[in-house]
């Protein structure tokens, strides 16, 4: 069994959905919690970050940490084409030293 | 200002061959990471350096050897490449070991033939 598992698509919605992505992991050690966006042929870029469990909010994005379920979702609510990319979950035990990646999902986000 | 760069952008050798990644950071971090990213877009931690000093070795070969002259710079060296090299290797890098917020350089695509 991985130690984060990720849906990798692909997922397509039309423009103004919202749009659920969503981990899961094993490791009860993980407590830095990340999502990363990755657009076609660019490296990935951090997206949000969150410390243990709750949600947090940024603009039209919402990250949520369920520690007890070992789960962790980002919310894109009023999608637009220009969120079309892989979105990639991360998470570690120690901070930066030895961070997972999940394998990304692939979204899409017709006009 | 690029963050990370990473040079060349693309890289198509023949199997057997030697070739060399070249990453820099203008961040001022401490810690720097060259990643590999496979055509199921998973990507995998090779090494990490912090302050020039090797602090993760993950699971490669030992044909891979990582090079850091000076902490805003990490190179990558690949010895008698095969075809499963193949992939998209990223440089990133963070304030320090313990910071989780990794900045990305654009990658670099090698395909071996």
């Known amino acids: 069994q991985k130690e984060v598992e990720q849906d990798p698509g692909p997922l397509s919605v039309p423009e103004g959905a919202i749009v659920s992505l969503n981990c899961t992991y094993s490791n009860s050690a993980f407590q830095y919690f990340m999502w990363y966006r990755q657009y076609s042929r660019k490296g990935p870029e951090l997206l949000m970050y969150?410390?243990?469990?709750g949600n947090k909010e940024d603009g039209r994005f919402t990250a949520q940490v369920d520690k007890s379920s070992k789960y962790i979702s980002l919310f894109i609510r009023d999608s637009q084409p220009s969120d079309s990319a892989t979105y990639l979950c991360?998470?570690?035990?120690?901070?930066?030293?030895?961070?997972?990646f999940g394998a990304g999902t692939r979204l899409f986000v017709k006009a | 200002d690029t963050a990370v760069s990473q040079t060349p952008k693309y890289l198509v050798t023949q199997m057997g061959n030697d070739k060399s990644i070249k990453c820099e950071q203008n961040l001022g971090h401490d810690t720097m990471y060259w990643y590999k990213q496979d055509s199921k877009k998973f990507l995998k931690i090779m090494f990490s350096?912090?302050?020039?000093?090797?602090?993760i070795n993950e699971t490669v070969p030992n044909r891979f050897s990582p090079k850091s002259p000076d902490k805003a710079h990490l190179n990558l060296h690949i010895n008698s490449l095969e075809l499963g090299d193949s992939a998209v290797y990223f440089c990133a890098s963070s304030q320090d070991s313990r910071e989780d917020t990794q900045y990305f350089g654009p990658g670099t695509r090698l395909t071996v033939l």
């Open positions: 969150t410390y243990s469990s």
């Open positions: 350096y912090n302050n020039k000093e090797l602090i």
């Open positions: 991360a998470m570690s035990a120690f901070g930066g030293f030895k961070t997972i």
